[in-house]
Nanobody
């Protein structure tokens, strides 16, 4: 069964940091772009970051650029979203998604290219 599973969310104070991991199973992540999305209560899901398959090119939304870092370790079949300088506006459920791609140097922050989605990890930023 092909799936991705997130872990590492939690509760943090403003200005703090968290790292969410995304582990793939049932397939080799190397040829898949990884997208990170979040959804806050009452809001639409938004793509905040992505990383291409083998080249490791990245893209970020303006809302997280400079604070979040996406990375991947293909040998471990794992991707990461490092979140620094967190604020209350970052409170959301964070999802990773994997999409097979023939373009090793590009990724997208829209949902369409991604086939496998995790259940999400809750990140809550409170004073």
């Amino acid at each position: 069964q092909r799936q991705v599973v997130e872990s590492g969310g939690g509760l943090v104070q403003p200005g703090g940091s968290l790292r969410v991991s995304c582990v793939a199973s049932g397939f080799t992540m190397e040829h898949y772009a990884i997208g990170w999305f979040r959804q806050a209560p009452g809001k639409e899901r938004e793509g905040v970051a992505c990383i291409s398959s083998s080249h490791g090119s990245t893209d970020y939304s303006d809302s997280v650029k400079g604070r979040f870092t996406v990375s991947r370790d293909n040998a471990r079949n794992t991707a990461y979203l490092q979140m620094d300088s967190l604020g209350p506006e970052d409170t959301a459920r964070y999802y990773c998604a994997a999409g097979w791609t023939e373009r090793p140097s590009t990724c997208a922050r829209v949902e369409v290219p991604y086939e496998y989605w995790g259940q999400g990890a809750q990140v809550t930023v409170v004073p």
